[in-house]
């Protein structure tokens, strides 16, 4: 199929009304899609959307794009794909009305043959409405990719070939092998199909073929099963794929239609016994739950920010995702494809009853078979997909028409596609809303705001109630796995009135990671874990946030952070890519690191009274530079798995302490701030295990580097602005507003990890956080280099120069 660019020569505006006057305001301004129309509006504390959004407002927006369209297009089929569009699309081609998809995240395609004007310039607007319909920030518009299809009348059906492979030998694996084409044309026609399964390197492994008739108006599936010889298998640590490239010939042995679907070989296991197993291994998940926002670039899909975002996550210790609470985009799978990141995809957030105002519950009872649908047809090929999940926090989960509507939908997905595992991200606390007390009463629990200051303990008791065990029994049976959110406290219950229940940990507080990973090694039906969150987003705004409470004119908010909060303030991984210290001390958790971490508590808040929510970190930073006179009293955490700890600074020893509290794998010094090197060793069996240093921060420079030396033409280039001295030690206490310019190309998004700020990422200007910033750019069309300049004041400036492939 020949797939046109069509990304640029779109404007985007707001939508008005049919007898509305056009003012400055209104006017549409020249965009590349993917593109978030949310992203750069002015925020406020009364902005209609809240803290959802992270004070962002809502809008109906409507986007238009001109193109050409040949007089020889009257005999081809021409399709626009949108990959997504948030949300409550509307397509209109000329003006004409050509389709609609309430879903904002699920692909569809526009049907483009009867609205088209041959030989002349044609017209597409895409309406796009956001408003009070989600619990995080979604963003809005054409903010995932979309494609001009141009075909035979008889053609490979879009998403048409899928590769699966249950037999599966060292010798050789059977590739199941299904085509489906459809005939647009008023005719019988008989074509050949031919398939050829390469390697990475181009090398033929197996090809087939195979004549197929195809009725006129109708579809026709070809299959075939075609040897792999000696398979590679795609896995966490070795994810290798192959490629099918299906060619569609006509009698006269002409190429009519042709595609390359890529795939992966893998056998997926699972009992309550040996866990998950991924070809014959057992595999335990190291799960981050993600949104899908990539941070300065608001809610936009791009091919090369999901594949950093995935390949720091793998880096960070993680080999599996929960896409949260939404369908992934294609491109984030790819790159977890690419990279051996498993994936929980997850429908819905909401079925039937509402969450908030204007969200997908409406239409949803209509709609749920095309939603379901959708993400199999996006996913089936994708190795990396080990567990569809059928939402998160159903609300009537618990009730007996809950229980249908989770048969209902499980069954769904199993019909499509009965080679992967289904689940459910149960609260079995939201499912009971409306019998909360009943739960309290029975679990013993405390008044709210105890229960708040306390969650994950709260929580925990009211989850192994009898209530919970049997208003979500029905609702659980139906799936493969059944997902817990705040809920490990029915890992050893479930094990004995469920013994054939395979458990995932679906949401978990972070703070809680030594004792849920030890359970997920402990217990061989609870197969894995998963974090909120593996990396920090927009909206949910402050969640995660450490108050100080003695603060002027404080007044506790719950999890809700006031304005101007923008990000949750949660996550392993701030927005711009930078691990931070929880990132490190779940790395220890997983016995993945030996190496012990040190997490400085910020000396100019030392002793001051805090306020955290059961999503916080303690409010550290792994630094010795510190703007405070030597002698101030500082905590230092440092993060290990041993049974001591040794502090020394400059090679004199400060103290020596057990490892264990506050938390697991925590050794906590009291101690006083001067410059130097601070050195934290680890003791096991009074032998040393492992040591690492922070060293104070020297005269400090401005400096930008790029992470890549070039990008393709339309890829993207991150650019690190740090104030640090010349070996690149950071000086957290130090941030400036920082100013970029680019020449040969444009600013795609600019930030840092402030998560309460008034700053937007359109840039040109940001204040560093902790004394680090991200640039991201694009090249211009005709570009050879794009350079990113930067500049504050007290600096010389800095710049980086990106070459452009």
């Known amino acids: 199929m020949t797939r046109l660019p069509f990304a640029d020569g779109w404007t985007a505006g707001p939508k008005l009304g049919a007898f509305e006057a056009k003012d400055a305001d209104s006017a549409p301004v020249a965009v590349h899609v993917p593109h978030d129309a949310l992203r750069d509006l002015p925020r406020s504390v009364d902005g209609g959307q809240g803290v959802h959004s992270g004070y962002i407002p809502g809008g109906v927006f409507v986007y238009a794009k001109s193109f050409d369209v040949p007089d020889d297009w009257r005999d081809k089929t021409v399709r626009i794909e949108f990959e997504g569009v948030y949300r409550d699309a509307t397509v209109c081609i000329n003006g004409d009305f050509a389709g609609h998809e309430a879903n904002g995240y699920a692909a569809f395609v526009i049907d483009a043959d009867p609205f088209l004007r041959f030989g002349e310039t044609n017209t597409i607007t895409v309406e796009a409405r956001v408003h009070r319909d989600s619990r995080w920030y979604t963003g809005g518009g054409i903010y995932r990719p979309v494609h001009l299809i141009v075909d035979d009348p008889l053609h490979i059906a879009l998403d048409g070939t899928s590769a699966t492979s249950s037999d599966i030998e060292a010798e050789r694996a059977i590739v199941e092998i299904a085509t489906t084409v459809e005939n647009g044309t008023r005719h019988t026609a008989t074509r050949r199909i031919a398939w050829t399964i390469t390697d990475d390197d181009d090398v033929v492994a197996a090809s087939g073929d195979s004549p197929v008739t195809v009725l006129p108006g109708e579809t026709a599936t070809a299959r075939v099963r075609l040897a792999v010889p000696s398979p590679r298998l795609w896995g966490p640590e070795s994810p ?6 299906t060619v569609l010939t006509d009698a006269a042995g002409e190429v009519t239609d042709e595609e390359t679907t890529a795939f992966g070989i893998r056998r997926l296991q699972l009992d309550t016994v040996r866990g998950l197993r991924v070809n014959g291994v057992t595999v335990d998940l190291r799960g981050a739950c993600i949104h899908h926002d990539n941070g300065p670039l608001g809610a936009v899909s791009i091919a090369d920010a999901e594949d950093r975002r995935i390949r720091l996550l793998k880096a960070a210790g ?7 609470h939404n369908p992934a985009s294609r491109a984030l799978l790819d790159a977890c494809d690419a990279h051996g990141m498993l994936v929980m995809d997850e429908l819905t957030d909401v079925w039937t009853r509402s969450k908030t105002v204007f969200d997908s519950s409406i239409g949803f009872d209509e709609r749920w078979r095309r939603d379901v649908a959708a993400l199999v047809a996006k996913d089936r090929n994708h190795p990396s997909v080990v567990l569809y999940s059928i939402g ?6 618990a009730t007996p028409h809950g229980a249908t509507w989770s048969r209902r939908l499980a069954e769904e997905f199993r019909r499509l596609d009965p080679t992967r595992f289904v689940t459910n991200g149960i609260n079995g606390i939201i499912a009971n809303l409306d019998r909360m007390a009943e739960a309290m009463a029975e679990a013993q629990a405390a008044d709210p705001n105890t229960m708040m200051a306390d969650m994950g303990e709260q929580m925990a008791l009211m989850n192994a109630s009898q209530l919970i065990t049997d208003s979500t029994e029905e609702s659980a049976a139906v799936l493969d796995v059944v997902g817990f959110n705040y809920a490990d406290s029915r890992y050893d219950l479930d094990a004995q009135l469920f013994p054939n229940r395979v458990i995932v940990g679906s949401e978990t507080f972070p703070a809680r990671i030594a004792s849920l990973w030890a359970d997920v090694k402990r217990l061989p039906h609870v197969i894995g874990d998963f974090t909120w969150t593996g990396w920090d987003y927009i909206g949910e705004a ?23 909060y923008l990000l949750a303030d949660c996550g ?7 691990r931070l210290p929880a990132s490190y001390y779940r790395e220890i958790a997983y016995g993945l690191r030996a190496e012990p971490a040190i997490a400085v508590h910020r000396p100019q808040h030392h002793g001051r009274p805090v306020a955290k929510t059961p999503w916080s970190w303690d409010d550290v930073v792994s630094s010795w530079s510190w703007g405070v006179p030597d002698g101030s009293p500082v905590t230092v955490d440092v993060y290990a798995q041993a049974d001591e700890v040794e502090l020394m600074l400059d090679g004199v020893v400060l103290d020596r302490v057990a490892v264990g509290e506050p938390r697991p794998l925590i050794a906590r010094f009291e101690t006083e701030y001067r410059r130097g090197e601070l050195t934290a060793v680890a003791f096991a069996g009074g032998a040393e295990v492992a040591r ?5 921060a020297g005269a400090p420079v401005l400096s930008a580097r790029a992470e890549s030396p070039s990008i393709s033409a339309d890829g993207l280039g991150y650019v690190e602005i740090t104030i640090a001295d010349a070996d690149g030690t950071l000086l957290c206490d130090a941030d400036r507003l920082v100013t970029v310019t680019v020449s040969g190309g444009s600013l795609a998004g600019l930030g840092s990890a402030r998560a309460r700020t008034e700053e937007t990422f359109a840039g040109p200007s940001v204040t560093t956080c902790d004394g680090r910033a991200l640039a991201i750019v694009r090249a211009d069309a005709a570009a050879n280099e794009v350079t990113v300049t930067v500049t504050a004041e007290g600096f010389a400036p800095a710049s980086a120069a990106i070459a452009v492939e």
């Not at 290798?240 to 490239?245: L, M």
């Open 318 to 324: 993680f080999n599996a995702i929960r896409s949260a």
């Open 572 to 578: 392993d991984i701030d927005i711009t890519g930078l």
């Open 392 to 397: 998160n926090e159903i609300l009537e989960l």
């Open 692 to 696: 690492t240093s922070l060293r104070t």
């Open 542 to 564: 402050g969640i995660g946030r450490v108050d100080y409470t003695d603060a002027e004119g404080y007044e506790p908010t719950g999890t809700a952070g006031p304005f101007p």
């Open 240 to 245: 290798h794929r192959y490629r099918v490239r």
